[in-house]
């Protein structure tokens, strides 16, 4: 009887529990994200072009067991903000008004995605296709321009050569939208600047002393003109604006690429650095070229410091400080004739044991849509994934720069052992411990400096019978008048 009586209590729970949770059989709740529908998606969109086979990164997460066995970290390193590599903040005290074109990082949605999938099991859903990764190459390459002949950087100091390339278009003016560097020796190329060299005496010379595509040293050399095309550092995208607004390259003129090598004690194979352009058939509404401000080294552009030895502002980081801080404030000169002067990118630069780099500019007071004062770039700081930031605005928005406006640096450096950064410095000169750091060129030198995209009206376009008249700033990297 107890047996029975146990039986049938038994019997009555579980028709309880069923009635509790449905029919018996029932298929468990569905997943809130799968594999296929859900997660391969977002990580084609915003890791697979490092996270590959043959990629940049340690592993690939381009395949369901691949992805599942590095969930956690994805989780871990998404959430922190250090994946994908996008270094731009948006803090207390510096906040862009605008956000930046292709912004890899994740949405709070896309985020949540991801918790999702492995909260709920990893599930695998419906077998379909992964979307294809977004390339990381300049699309639509009108030519690529390369040294006929190489350098062989060595040595323990670093050392600057330049190519004079011919960018191939003849007596017609074009309109350059696209312009990617290919690093040859990845391991040296520290960064690359691309000048526009107009023809007259100063590029005959220039051809005649060096020739085309062949190495010269150019560490002691001014380049005639100084029209910077654009700055190209390790970790930047491809530079690409759309047709509205380009770089004129003008007749019979001729680009020069000053590559910046880093040998580190080493001997290398030759170098042969290309790069990749795009021209575009259409006459654009504004111009485009680069402009540097930063690296004062003496008052009053910069200013007091926490480590100044003797009262006076000096830029040095010292040794063993892990947070190393200057601050700098330059002036906008006399731009001359250059008229509705706007900021269509940001490009911070400091050397390899910087932390934090952020810029704002300060009017004398309020100008159109811009505020008396905003936040014009703002971020972490690592030496190996630099970037470009374009502002995501239409061009009549965005920030405007005029005479007297004050552009605010400020740069953080950790120059301990602790920092991995120092240790990779001090490996490549040779040095046992942590040195003073002062401002200067060399890898082992340090930079604090916002490279900014400029736009500027183009003329208008010439009609079928007239000849173009486009005039290059004649400016330096720091916007000072070179004539």
Same mark, same amino acid.
């Given at each position: 009887?107890?047996?029975?009586?146990?039986?049938?209590?038994?019997?009555?729970?579980?028709?309880?529990?069923?009635?509790?949770?449905?029919?018996?059989?029932?298929?468990?709740?569905?997943?809130?994200?799968?594999?296929?529908?859900?997660?391969?998606?977002?990580?084609?969109?915003?890791?697979?072009?490092?996270?590959?086979?043959?990629?940049?990164?340690?592993?690939?997460?381009?395949?369901?067991?691949?992805?599942?066995?590095? =969930? %956690?970290?994805?989780?871990?390193?998404? @959430?922190? !903000?250090?994946?994908? $590599? &996008? *270094?731009?903040?948006?803090?207390?005290?510096?906040?862009?008004?605008?956000?930046?074109?292709?912004?890899?990082?994740?949405?709070?949605?896309?985020?949540?995605?991801?918790?999702?999938?492995?909260?709920?099991?990893?599930?695998?859903?419906?077998?379909?296709?992964?979307?294809?990764?977004?390339?990381?190459?300049?699309?639509?390459?009108?030519?690529?321009?390369?040294?006929?002949?190489?350098?062989?950087?060595?040595?323990?100091?670093?050392?600057?050569?330049?190519?004079?390339?011919?960018?191939?278009?003849?007596?017609?003016?074009?309109?350059?939208?696209?312009?990617?560097?290919?690093?040859?020796?990845?391991?040296?190329?520290?960064?690359?600047?691309?000048?526009?060299?107009?023809?007259? =005496? %100063?590029?005959?010379?220039?051809?005649? @002393?060096? !020739?085309?595509?062949? $190495? &010269? *040293?150019?560490?002691?050399?001014?380049?005639?003109?100084?029209?910077?095309?654009?700055?190209?550092?390790?970790?930047?995208?491809?530079?690409?604006?759309?047709?509205?607004?380009?770089?004129?390259?003008?007749?019979?003129?001729?680009?020069?690429?000053?590559?910046?090598?880093?040998?580190?004690?080493?001997?290398?194979?030759?170098?042969?650095?290309?790069?990749?352009?795009?021209?575009?058939?259409?006459?654009?509404?504004?111009?485009?070229?680069?402009?540097?401000?930063?690296?004062?080294?003496?008052?009053?552009?910069?200013?007091?410091?926490?480590?100044?030895?003797?009262?006076?502002?000096?830029?040095?980081?010292?040794?063993?400080?892990?947070?190393?801080?200057?601050?700098?404030?330059?002036?906008?000169?006399?731009?001359?004739?250059?008229?509705?002067?706007?900021?269509?990118?940001?490009?911070?630069?400091?050397?390899?044991?910087?932390?934090?780099?952020?810029?704002?500019?300060?009017?004398?007071?309020?100008?159109?849509?811009?505020?008396?004062?905003?936040?014009?770039?703002?971020?972490?700081?690592?030496?190996?994934?630099?970037?470009?930031?374009?502002?995501?605005?239409?061009?009549?928005?965005?920030?405007?720069?005029?005479?007297?406006?004050?552009?605010?640096?400020?740069?953080?450096?950790?120059?301990?052992?602790?920092?991995?950064?120092?240790?990779?410095?001090?490996?490549?000169?040779?040095?046992?411990?942590?040195?003073?750091?002062?401002?200067?060129?060399?890898?082992?030198?340090?930079?604090?400096?916002?490279?900014?995209?400029?736009?500027?009206?183009?003329?208008?376009?010439?009609?079928?019978?007239?000849?173009?008249?486009?005039?290059?700033?004649?400016?330096?990297?720091?916007?000072?008048?070179?004539?």
């Amino acid at each position: 009887m107890r047996i029975a009586t146990g039986s049938i209590a038994v019997a009555s729970l579980a028709s309880l529990l069923i009635a509790c949770t449905g029919a018996e059989g029932d298929d468990p709740p569905a997943a809130r994200a799968t594999w296929y529908q859900d997660v391969a998606p977002i990580l084609a969109n915003r890791c697979m072009s490092c996270h590959q086979d043959g990629g940049i990164a340690p592993f690939p997460l381009t395949d369901f067991a691949s992805a599942k066995e590095n =969930a %956690e970290r994805i989780l871990i390193q998404t @959430d922190a !903000g250090a994946m994908p $590599p &996008f *270094d731009a903040r948006e803090e207390a005290d510096c906040t862009p008004r605008f956000g930046w074109v292709d912004d890899p990082r994740l949405s709070a949605a896309e985020k949540a995605t991801l918790h999702a999938w492995v909260e709920d099991g990893h599930a695998l859903g419906k077998v379909a296709d992964i979307p294809a990764i977004p390339s990381s190459e300049l699309p639509n390459v009108t030519r690529t321009l390369t040294p006929v002949e190489g350098f062989a950087t060595a040595g323990d100091r670093d050392q600057f050569f330049c190519y004079t390339l011919d960018p191939g278009n003849g007596n017609q003016v074009a309109w350059l939208t696209g312009l990617q560097v290919n690093p040859d020796i990845t391991e040296v190329v520290h960064h690359a600047v691309i000048f526009e060299v107009q023809a007259g =005496a %100063e590029l005959d010379k220039l051809v005649a @002393d060096h !020739g085309i595509g062949r $190495p &010269f *040293d150019c560490s002691q050399q001014q380049i005639p003109g100084n029209f910077v095309v654009h700055i190209w550092t390790p970790g930047n995208q491809p530079m690409q604006t759309s047709s509205d607004i380009a770089v004129p390259i003008l007749p019979q003129s001729k680009l020069v690429m000053q590559v910046h090598y880093h040998p580190a004690g080493t001997a290398h194979a030759p170098d042969r650095t290309s790069i990749d352009v795009r021209y575009s058939p259409v006459w654009p509404k504004k111009m485009y070229f680069v402009a540097a401000f930063g690296n004062a080294f003496q008052a009053p552009e910069l200013l007091p410091g926490p480590n100044d030895r003797g009262g006076v502002p000096e830029f040095l980081i010292p040794k063993n400080v892990p947070d190393h801080r200057e601050h700098m404030r330059i002036t906008i000169p006399n731009l001359g004739d250059l008229t509705d002067v706007r900021l269509f990118s940001a490009n911070p630069h400091m050397h390899l044991i910087g932390t934090h780099i952020s810029g704002t500019i300060e009017r004398p007071a309020a100008r159109g849509d811009d505020p008396r004062q905003e936040c014009l770039a703002n971020g972490g700081w690592n030496f190996d994934w630099q970037r470009t930031y374009t502002y995501d605005a239409p061009l009549d928005k965005l920030p405007t720069v005029q005479q007297g406006d004050v552009i605010d640096i400020k740069c953080s450096w950790d120059n301990t052992i602790e920092n991995p950064f120092v240790q990779r410095m001090l490996k490549d000169a040779n040095l046992g411990t942590p040195i003073d750091v002062p401002l200067g060129e060399q890898t082992t030198n340090e930079m604090c400096l916002e490279i900014f995209g400029i736009a500027i009206p183009a003329p208008p376009a010439p009609l079928a019978h007239e000849a173009p008249a486009i005039k290059l700033p004649r400016w330096g990297l720091n916007m000072q008048a070179l004539d």
